[in-house]
């Protein structure tokens, strides 16, 4: 990351279908950069041309992910026109925009410390996963091997009972007379 940091990320977003591949890249996102991360992103949808007379309002209407998405940009959102790439004006509008943020967050960046935090914590929640799946894995065994403890045990005492009734019907036997 630059030094000191971005005043803005831009997260670029074609209209049409919000696929499962860009939820996954946004979710990652997010993850990895961290909800202080939001405060200085914008998304920037492309293809507007594409909408085929909709509004960018009623195409987002049906899609929850993206709204939420919105949301948590704190509803900063701009769109292209694809076919207009001359159109200074649709350019200077994100300009404002971003202005705008960075007045907002009192000119600060994201900063390199904020992504070390993210990671640290993330290092620390991958940390804790691990643990609790080696537990998991301990218990499990541990589990298997009582399991197979008692069928041992049960085993001995099965023959122990054969032993005790062959005894028991060998002496029967042997002190029968059938004269």
């Excluded at 009192?106 to 537990?135: F, H, W």
Aim: charged share 40%; with cysteine; aromatic share 8%.
């Amino acid at each position: 990351m630059s030094v000191p940091g971005p005043h803005a990320f831009l997260l670029v977003i074609r209209l049409g279908r919000f696929t499962e591949e860009e939820r996954n890249t946004v979710k990652w996102i997010q993850e990895n950069f961290g909800e202080e991360a939001s405060k200085y992103t914008i998304l920037l949808f492309t293809g507007k041309d594409q909408l085929k007379g909709k509004t960018v309002e009623e195409w987002l209407n049906p899609c929850v992910a993206l709204q939420e998405l919105i949301r948590s940009c704190l509803g900063r959102y701009h769109c292209l026109n694809n076919d207009q790439r001359d159109d200074r004006l649709q350019v200077n509008e994100l300009l404002k925009m971003i202005l705008k943020m960075v007045e907002m967050n009192g000119g600060e960046q994201y900063t390199n410390e904020m992504y070390q935090e993210v990671q640290r914590k993330l290092r620390e929640e991958e940390e804790r996963r691990r643990k609790e799946m080696e537990e998991e894995r301990r218990r499990r065994e541990e589990e298997l091997r009582e399991q197979e403890r008692r069928r041992r045990e049960e085993e001995r005492r099965r023959r122990e009972n054969i032993a005790i009734g062959l005894t028991f019907y060998s002496s029967c036997l042997g002190s029968s007379s059938w004269d």
